[in-house]
């Protein structure tokens, strides 16, 4: 089993100046660590369901920029990029670029968008949650041609590009690994099924996780894909971690791993800079989770 950190906060002690610094340090620690991967958010603004929406966030992919720079191993993605945020066919053409100066380390992270403030409030559209999958699903198709020696035109019912032109191509084989988030039953996990290297599933449980799985699996039967290529992945929400109990926390992993579950990613705690939680909580906890075969 595999692990991957997804950093959500950036108010840490010293300000704006050590943001670069305290997640250059983190990026390292992972990295030669084995973490096998390591994301940012996609927003604008703070996710004010989580803390107050002034507080610092960064642009997505700058920040995999900088991480990429820092790292040599660490596969890098958004969890997830918002479809409404970028033009299918710059975001194909950025996402080539994180891969070429990375060495083959990108993937593409995607959902439907939701946070509505920080469209409102930036002034970007924020189309109804209909058009919004229609989006997505025109926006994995043109990052797909993008990613092919296919340079024609695409034509869609919201996208119209009239050459897929993306030189120099990315360095990953066959093409950038695309992740798709959200655990919505009838739309979602279908386009997992249709487009989608991996999935990732909110796990407040189990058997929650288990049923997602399940439904993931209908939709694989139903379009003719095989299930066994879908990297499963989950954003672990249990408080072991935060009560720095790795005991419990591995004993959770074994049990997704039975699913089938290959990667758990855990969020540090907001408050403590994340370079010495990385260093403290998860440099231990990759080698026993590396330990756990995935069964399911």
Same mark, same amino acid.
């Given at each position: 089993?595999?692990?991957?950190?997804?950093?959500v906060?950036?108010?840490?002690?010293?300000?704006?100046?050590?943001?670069g #610094?305290?997640?250059?340090? +983190? $990026?390292?620690?992972?990295?030669?660590?084995?973490?096998?991967?390591?994301?940012?958010?996609?927003?604008?603004?703070?996710? !004010?369901?989580?803390?107050? +929406?002034? !507080?610092?966030?960064?642009?997505g992919?700058?920040?995999?920029?900088?991480?990429?720079?820092?790292?040599?191993?660490?596969?890098?993605?958004?969890?997830?990029?918002?479809?409404?945020?970028?033009?299918?066919?710059?975001?194909? *053409?950025?996402?080539?670029?994180?891969?070429?100066?990375?060495?083959?380390?990108?993937?593409?992270?995607?959902?439907?968008?939701?946070?509505?403030?920080?469209?409102?409030?930036?002034?970007?559209?924020?189309p #109804?949650?209909?058009?919004?999958?229609?989006?997505?699903?025109?926006?994995?198709?043109?990052?797909?041609?993008?990613?092919?020696?296919?340079?024609?035109?695409?034509?869609?019912?919201?996208?119209?590009l009239?050459?897929?032109?993306?030189?120099?191509?990315?360095?990953?084989?066959?093409?950038? #690994?695309?992740?798709?988030?959200?655990?919505?039953?009838? =739309?979602?996990?279908?386009l &997992?099924?249709?487009?989608?290297?991996?999935?990732?599933l909110? +796990? #407040?449980?189990?058997?929650?996780?288990?049923? *997602?799985?399940? %439904?993931? *699996? +209908?939709?694989?039967?139903?379009?003719?894909?095989?299930? $066994?290529?879908?990297?499963?992945?989950?954003?672990?929400?249990?408080?072991?971690?935060?009560? !720095?109990?790795?005991?419990?926390?591995?004993?959770?992993?074994?049990?997704?791993?039975?699913?089938?579950?290959?990667? &758990?990613?855990? %969020?540090?705690?907001?408050? !403590?800079?994340?370079?010495?939680?990385?260093?403290?909580?998860? &440099?231990?906890? &990759? =080698?026993?989770?590396?330990?756990? $075969?995935?069964?399911?």
């Open positions: 089993m595999l692990l991957g950190v997804h950093v906060r950036f108010t840490w002690p010293g300000g704006a100046e050590t943001i #610094p305290v997640l250059g340090r +983190a $990026a390292r620690v992972a990295d030669d660590a084995g973490v096998a991967r390591l994301s940012v958010m996609d927003h604008y603004f703070q996710m !004010e369901e989580m803390f107050p +929406a002034d !507080e610092p966030m960064l642009e992919y700058t920040t995999l920029g900088f991480l990429a720079a820092h790292t040599s191993r660490l596969r890098l993605g958004l969890l997830v990029t918002g479809v409404t945020y970028r033009h299918p066919g710059l975001l194909a *053409k950025i996402i080539a670029t994180l891969d070429v100066l990375s060495g083959g380390r990108a993937e593409l992270g995607i959902g439907a968008a939701w946070y509505d403030r920080e469209h409102h409030g930036l002034g970007v559209p924020f #109804p949650v209909a058009e919004r999958f229609e989006r997505l699903e025109e926006t994995l198709r043109i990052c797909r041609q993008m990613w092919s020696e296919d340079n024609g035109p695409f034509t869609g019912r919201h996208y119209q009239a050459e897929t032109l993306c030189v120099p191509a990315p360095i990953s084989r066959p093409r950038v #690994p695309i992740l798709i988030g959200g655990s919505g039953e009838r =739309k979602t996990l279908r &997992v099924a249709t487009y989608g290297d991996a999935c990732n909110f +796990a #407040p449980s189990a058997d929650v996780v288990a049923h *997602k799985l399940d %439904v993931l *699996k +209908a939709h694989c039967d139903a379009v003719g894909r095989d299930y $066994a290529e879908i990297s499963k992945t989950i954003i672990y929400n249990g408080d072991a971690l935060a009560r !720095e109990d790795t005991g419990a926390f591995l004993a959770e992993a074994e049990r997704y791993a039975r699913l089938g579950i290959d990667t &758990v990613i855990v %969020v540090p705690p907001g408050g !403590e800079a994340v370079d010495a939680w990385v260093e403290r909580i998860c &440099v231990p906890v &990759v =080698k026993n989770l590396a330990d756990i $075969a995935v069964t399911g």
